[in-house]
């Protein structure tokens, strides 16, 4: 079993990648995030341990990732900068590496009045471009105020961009900004638009941003049009056309057109220059994902874990 | 002499790019908007939540503040137009309230962490 860098990096790619968000964790313990992990795993190479999406408070993003991995699945730690300062980012890196977690996506997050704690302090000491950069120091093997560390962790360096947000011309070279300070994978959010997700892989193969870069967009499997509109209104940099989601409202079974939609956009994605695999954001929990797997042709890559991988 | 720089600097800037005096003014390779304007205070942006009207995704009465310094750093002579993609360092938070005309003729603006590597990361 090659392991997620390997996948990725790898110059003559066997099979498309595939990684998904993993939901969001309060209560429950380590049983229901082996229940979680249990409809995820056997699509999956790596599985993104949030940090605090949509600005909610949630268990924290390293927490998350050592758990993820103890049950035997790669995690990749979202490092989100509006919560912490550049001494706390930089903990929180090496202190995953700590626990042989070598994946780390850099993101500037949303603003923390896109939450439920609107009044909170937002951080932003630095930016993701700038995260990545400092994350980078560190697999070389020193903090960003030059103090040495030794051995260096290894790290393979990711972050996201939005291929459908304004300003659209300039988004290949944000994402150039981000491989020059050491990216070398971006997951993609979730685009609505297939027009401004080609031209993105487009401009990215013209630029050479890929393949040096591996790009992985965004599915989103959702439930209906109420789930679309809720997208479109609350979730910052996300556009649903209205005929998008008229489509799924005027559809007798909308669960079903709103798996084929995802499946039309999975297989779209797949189809573009410089995609080496997607990124799965599941708001279904049901059988959806292993179907969409399926149709798409991609392989069971493993069980479900059937306990803790420490334990063995 | 230096706390009076620093108030005519802001009596001067304040009107007319809202000076945040952040010490590290960097108006010139982001088409002259100030970017310390942003919400998050990004140096590197714009994020990924600009709205589809090109609106901020914090403050939606205001156009994205990065979405003008693209705009306008088209519109900039060639030298500070490349500059809008430069990598630009994290902020030094101690020198908020300090001129940064004087940082700019000491070099004292130009000085980054120990750690903050200045050109592109080897190869894998």
Redesign the interface.
Known sequence: MPNFADLL?SPEPSRPVITAEFPVMDGGGLPEIAAKLACLTPYVDAVNATDNASAHAHVSNVALAIAIQQYGVEPVLQLVC?DKN?LALEADIMGAALHGITAVSCM?G??V??GDEPEAR?V???????LI??A??L??G??????PIDPAPKLLIGA???PA???HA?RV??A??KA???A?FLQL?ICYHPDRLAEFTRIGAATGLTPKVALLPSIVLVKGARSLRYMNKRV??I?VPDELIDRLAAAPDQREAAYQLALEQATHALSLEGVRGLHFIDFRHDDALGRLCSDLGLPTVRSAPEGNALAV | MARLLATIEHAVKKPIWDCRMCGQCVLHSTGLTCPMTCPKSLRNGPCGGVREDGTCEVDPTMTCVWLKAQDRSEKMPRPWREEFDDLRPPVDNRLQGTSSWINLLTGRDKVVPAGWESEEPPAD
Do not use: C, I, M, W
């Open positions: 990096t509006r550049r500037t949303d603003d009045t896109a937002r932003f000491d630095l930016d993701a471009v700038q950069r400092v980078a120091g697999a070389k020193h903090y960003l105020s030059g103090r996201v961009e939005n947000a304004p300003p300039y070279r944000r150039l900004k020059a300070a050491g070398r959010q910052p940099g556009h």
